[in-house]
């Protein structure tokens, strides 16, 4: 796939990490110095430097026609502005971004963005394209790595696995935040039974990730 990354640091080195293979062509586009010389230097990737949300960056960076472009920078508006060059310009097949103002997400949605993601709700947006999210949020981080959100795909031998979510002791280091049966996504709430094929996506910090995938894959007897 044919992936852009516009804007910033941690969140951008993550993506990049988890995307950077031969099967994947990468473009990272950032409008600071420093994090950009930082993005390099650690993935070993060149970055264009300019504002993702100008035409004349994006077109410096040729991401036309490319399958994804992510867009991570502090800003909003920056975040929107670069999202809709990116799919009405220059013909990107999915658009995805983050916002730190959860009201912006059904906003941005109506606007044209395909994929909208709020780091204050957690709110997913579109988990309905194999090419996209499903594939990107297998572990994302957000707020400079103090939050991540993990899908586990549920098994039949699981132990939580044909259980109602208010029969399940889940850890309280973590949170589930939606559960991804295909083709739809359903909002959990304790009546909420846990079904085999199930794409349980959970939020917690770094480091309660770990336990919580051990409770959640744990055999059943």
Same mark, same amino acid.
């Given at each position: 796939?044919?992936?852009?990354?516009?804007?910033?640091? #941690?969140?951008? +080195?993550?993506?990049?990490? %988890? !995307?950077?293979?031969?099967?994947?062509?990468?473009? *990272?586009?950032?409008?600071? @110095?420093?994090?950009?010389?930082?993005?390099?230097?650690?993935?070993?990737?060149?970055?264009?430097?300019?504002?993702?949300?100008?035409?004349?960056?994006?077109?410096?960076?040729?991401?036309?026609?490319?399958?994804?472009?992510? #867009?991570?920078? +502090?800003?909003?508006?920056? %975040? !929107?502005?670069?999202?809709?060059?990116?799919?009405? *310009?220059?013909?990107?097949? @999915?658009?995805?971004?983050?916002?730190?103002?959860?009201?912006?997400?059904?906003?941005?949605?109506?606007?044209?963005?395909?994929?909208?993601?709020?780091?204050?709700?957690?709110?997913?947006?579109?988990?309905?394209?194999?090419? #996209?999210?499903?594939?990107?949020?297998?572990?994302?981080?957000?707020?400079?790595?103090?939050?991540?959100?993990?899908?586990?795909?549920? @098994?039949?031998?699981?132990?939580?696995?044909?259980?109602?979510?208010?029969?399940?002791?889940?850890?309280?280091?973590?949170?589930?935040?939606?559960?991804?049966?295909?083709?739809?996504?359903?909002?959990?709430?304790?009546?909420?039974?846990?079904?085999?094929?199930?794409?349980?996506?959970?939020?917690?910090?770094?480091?309660?990730?770990?336990?919580?995938?051990?409770?959640?894959?744990?055999?059943?007897?």
């Amino acid at each position: 796939m044919k992936i852009a990354v516009a804007g910033g640091t #941690s969140t951008a +080195e993550y993506i990049i990490r %988890n !995307f950077k293979s031969s099967k994947n062509e990468l473009t *990272v586009i950032n409008d600071d @110095k420093d994090s950009a010389e930082q993005i390099t230097k650690n993935n070993k990737v060149p970055v264009f430097l300019g504002d993702p949300s100008k035409k004349h960056t994006l077109e410096n960076a040729h991401i036309e026609g490319y399958d994804i472009f992510i #867009s991570v920078n +502090e800003k909003d508006s920056v %975040n !929107f502005v670069a999202c809709l060059l990116a799919k009405k *310009v220059f013909g990107v097949k @999915k658009c995805i971004c983050i916002v730190s103002n959860p009201n912006n997400v059904e906003v941005f949605k109506s606007l044209g963005i395909d994929s909208v993601i709020s780091s204050t709700q957690l709110l997913i947006s579109s988990l309905n394209s194999e090419t #996209s999210l499903e594939t990107l949020i297998k572990t994302m981080s957000f707020e400079d790595d103090k939050i991540v959100l993990t899908e586990v795909q549920i @098994k039949p031998n699981y132990e939580i696995c044909n259980k109602h979510i208010f029969e399940i002791s889940f850890p309280k280091t973590g949170s589930i935040a939606c559960i991804y049966r295909n083709p739809r996504v359903v909002i959990p709430n304790g009546q909420t039974m846990i079904l085999p094929k199930d794409k349980l996506l959970f939020v917690s910090s770094p480091s309660d990730q770990q336990s919580i995938v051990n409770f959640i894959t744990k055999q059943g007897k």
